[in-house]
């Protein structure tokens, strides 16, 4: 590309689509409707073609395939007639993407239905990709532009995100349904059809993009006067103190993230967000407009945020649309939200050029307030930032809690009250026999106390002779071991005055 490129082909060359090799003068850029409605026809001819091959199970091999065919305009005996330029469709991994979608219970007419009926929703992209992004009408799907970089790291992550999803199909990870690459009009164009996080029906009335770094992470003038801006780190920390979630929530959710960030981290893979939807249920009732009416129930599993984090539950049926739309209940303060979430921007390789981007950042900033970081220390350190400043633990009621505790410490007093009344008579009629020995062994002049019946005055002791003192110790020794052996229980339950008591005896 020469620097006589014009301004309009350049920011198409830096959202992922670029003029090809083959562009000249003749060529017209497409408009954007042109462009909309070539990804429709080309997914569809993609998916309606690989209808006709046979189910088998996916081999190594098929993930680095990649299926070529040309569309003209007026057609071929292959390919329908069409109002759009002449265009090329690559597509990638046809049958390992067919596999992912029928895992996620997404059927062929389902999927074509949600695509190709209506037109594209283009949406704004508050991110630094610069990716163009479209939404089908229903909510379905987001089709994401991505560069050539990006596609083909995403074409060898295949395997090993093949491999994990047969493991955990419930993740907050990006689902990835489709890889397609269309060229017409000098341009090319990647696409990914992903799932869509944030649903256009609910009301967002915050958004975040989350990294868990602070370095530049606050939402530009630009976007903060957008009517649905998307904020970030340092904007999270000043507007929200945490949402609170229920202990069994919690851990879900944050056994759901340390597992997707281990993944990403087995990767290689940085510099990813956590994008967040904040619905406040006391505000406004839920607007329906903006989903579609011929909609009914959901049809795609484990793609709701309350789905991708209930790990225990296996193979439910499609969830029926109610009012939520899959939201995790939240609170925050005196309100009550529903929170909609998932990883985003996982196509971004610790390369060399990352390196060197985290050595020059480091050198200016603190390095390890930067985004862009090593993936073991950026996958702790965005696990450390959502664990304990986005979600918090509801922990449950003092009263509650004490009044559990006093109730289990009155059962245990009880009991061990009983347990010390039964040894406490065995002992007592253990006195009685002691006694009746050791006044055979006496002269009757002593005296014995009425308050210790057991316990021998030291004066007495001296008074009597030797060999009685100590027949009477040996007794006296024979007979307190005795107890111990015969009533172990006792030993163990034995107050210190009891203990005293044995030593005299």
């Not at 209808?51 to 091999?61: F, G, H, I, Y």
């Not at 989350?210 to 976007?223: D, I, M, N, V, W």
């Amino acid at each position: 590309m020469t620097q006589r490129m014009s301004t309009s082909t350049g920011k198409r060359s830096e959202r992922g689509i670029k003029p090809s090799k083959a562009q000249n003068k003749d060529h017209k850029k497409p408009t954007a409707g042109a462009l909309k409605g070539a990804i429709q026809l080309g997914i569809g001819y993609a998916v309606g073609n690989l209808s006709s091959k046979p189910d088998r199970d996916v081999l190594m091999q098929d993930f680095s395939v990649v299926e070529t065919v040309f569309l003209p305009s007026d057609g071929s005996n292959l390919t329908p007639a069409h109002h759009f330029p002449d265009f090329r469709l690559k597509t990638y991994a046809p049958l390992a993407f067919r596999y992912f979608r029928e895992l996620f219970g997404i059927k062929p007419d389902d999927y074509l239905y949600s695509i190709c009926k209506e037109p594209l929703i283009e949406l704004t992209n508050p991110g630094a990709s610069s990716s163009w992004f479209y939404l089908t009408s229903d909510d379905e799907f987001i089709i994401k532009t991505v560069q050539h970089k990006e596609a083909e790291f995403l074409q060898k992550l295949l395997p090993g995100y093949y491999m994990n999803l047969n493991q955990n199909p419930r993740t907050l990870l990006p689902k990835f349904y489709g890889l397609y690459c269309i060229q017409f009009g000098g341009t090319t164009v990647r696409v990914v059809v992903m799932n869509n996080v944030l649903p256009r029906a609910m009301k967002m009335h915050y958004k975040y993009d989350l990294k868990g770094s602070s370095y530049k992470r606050r939402a530009s003038r630009k976007e903060r006067v957008k009517s649905s801006p998307t904020f970030k780190d340092l904007d999270f920390q000043e507007m929200h103190e945490g949402l609170h979630f229920d202990a069994d929530t919690y851990n879900a959710m944050m056994k759901t993230l340390q597992r997707d960030c281990r993944v990403l981290e087995s990767f290689k893979i940085m510099d990813y967000s956590l994008l967040l939807g904040i619905h406040v249920l006391d505000r406004k009732p839920l607007s329906r407009g903006g989903r579609c009416d011929s909609r009914k129930g959901q049809k795609v599993l484990y793609s709701t945020a309350l789905e991708s984090i209930q790990g225990d539950v296996r193979d439910p049926g499609p969830v029926a649309d109610d009012d939520t739309l899959g939201g995790i209940p939240a609170r925050h303060k005196d309100e009550s939200l529903l929170i909609f979430l998932g990883i985003i921007d996982i196509l971004q390789s610790y390369r060399f050029i990352k390196k060197v981007e985290h050595s020059w950042k480091a050198l200016v900033h603190d390095g390890d307030t930067v985004s862009v970081h090593r993936p073991s220390f950026y996958a702790d350190r965005f696990l450390r930032f959502m664990g304990t400043t986005v979600f918090k633990r509801i922990h449950p009621l003092r009263g509650a809690s004490s009044k559990k505790k006093k109730n289990s410490l009155h059962a245990a007093k009880s009991a061990s009250q009983e347990v010390l009344s039964t040894s406490r008579e065995e002992k007592e009629q253990k006195k009685k026999e002691k006694k009746a020995q050791s006044m055979e062994h006496l002269d009757g002049n002593l005296f014995i106390s009425s308050k210790q019946p057991d316990l021998l005055p030291a004066s007495v002791v001296t008074l009597t002779s030797n060999s009685v003192g100590a027949e009477s110790s040996e007794d006296r020794r024979d007979s307190s071991s005795t107890v111990a052996l015969d009533d172990p229980l006792l030993a163990m339950s034995r107050s210190p005055s009891d203990h005293e008591l044995d030593v005299y005896l």
